[in-house]
């Protein structure tokens, strides 16, 4: 099968390509994949600034129809609509995973980066990893379930942001904009921030009723949690300059590449940071509730449903922030 691939290391190197297609094997599940949103992390690994094992299929945002399984005590998931958590593989064994953090297992391998992901008509994964989603949601919006359940990772456990906290999000991007919701309905007011170019992901955020700005942001310090969505080292030191006195700073955008912040204002506001490696079960947990409770809308932040051959105009319009989220359907 025809799949778009990371297919060599350093920069570029991605291309369609013939991937190889195997049968599930006990404990996993073969899905055909209806949707795979397209990640500022796929960019990162176009660009060989995020570690991947080429050659290897991209993409780790995958809605899916499950259609086949490898042991029949499965066989009940035949034909349910998926979606699922990204690692494939944990040691089981190191001191995280024993603590329930197998996020941070430094043998973690993960679809999309080190096993073949959903830029391809179908996709092995194990069972474990699997959820329902509902009947409702639009099968390509439901995409977005895996980096609305890293968002969650990042800010509800434990909660980031309290009723009647002023909230400010830096780069109003797909995770921008799930960051934007979750912080809400976890009772915060927020503001979004984006670049002049960022028009079209500004007009989504006000659509979905958020104040915006594209022209700075004001002087003075007024915001108990700042979360820095869009990786960039200018977006961390607005972030930084915006907290106010105790406040909360939560990076969730990937820089990909050092860079080099104003520090000081961490012990000097004495601010509390923290972050979120990918997901856990917990936070899957957070993000289906919060979609079934209808409090996250996904689908408005569907930009396009693209064939995989388009995948050259949408790493660069990404780039160039001209969509909020892309969604690779390989059956067109």
């Not at 024993?98 to 830029?119: E, Y």
């Not at 079209?200 to 006000?206: E, K, N, Q, V, W």
């Not at 319009?317 to 989220?325: F, N």
């Amino acid at each position: 099968m025809r799949g778009l691939a990371k297919l060599a290391p350093g920069p570029g190197n991605v291309g369609l390509a013939e991937r190889h297609e195997r049968t599930p094997e006990s404990g996993e599940a073969l899905l055909e994949v209806v949707g795979a949103g397209v990640c500022g992390t796929d960019l990162h690994i176009f660009d060989d600034e995020f570690r991947s094992w080429p050659p290897v299929t991209m993409g780790h945002e995958v809605s899916a129809v499950v259609v086949a399984v490898g042991d029949p005590r499965d066989e009940e998931w035949v034909g349910a609509r998926v979606v699922c958590e990204t690692y494939h593989s944990t040691c089981g064994a190191c001191e995280w995973c024993r603590d329930g953090r197998a996020n941070l297992c430094p043998q973690r391998r993960s679809i999309g980066s080190a096993v073949d992901g959903g830029f391809a008509p179908r996709i092995v994964v194990p069972v474990r990893n699997l959820h329902r989603t509902p009947d409702w949601l639009d099968e390509h919006a439901a995409a977005l379930m895996e980096p609305l359940a890293c968002v969650c990772h990042c800010l509800c456990d434990p909660p980031a942001v309290s009723a009647g906290d002023e909230v400010l999000v830096t780069g109003p991007g797909p995770i921008g904009l799930l960051a934007a919701q979750v912080a809400r309905a976890l009772g915060g007011r927020v503001l979004v921030v984006g670049l002049p170019r960022d028009e079209a992901r500004l007009a989504t955020a006000a659509a979905l009723g958020f104040q915006t700005t594209a022209a700075g942001l004001p002087p003075d310090e007024r915001f108990h949690v700042v979360i820095e969505c869009s990786g960039s080292a200018g977006g961390a030191t607005a972030c930084l300059a915006a907290a106010r006195r105790g406040a909360r700073y939560v990076q969730i955008g990937v820089m990909g590449k050092p860079v080099t912040l104003p520090f000081d204002a961490i012990f000097q506001k004495e601010l509390v940071v923290t972050s979120g490696f990918a997901s856990t079960a917990r936070s899957w947990r957070r993000a289906l509730a919060f979609v079934d409770e209808r409090r996250v809308e996904l689908e408005p932040l569907v930009s396009e449903v693209v064939p995989l051959d388009a995948w050259e105009r949408v790493f660069e319009d990404l780039r160039a922030g001209r969509a909020v989220k892309y969604v690779f359907d390989p059956r067109l």
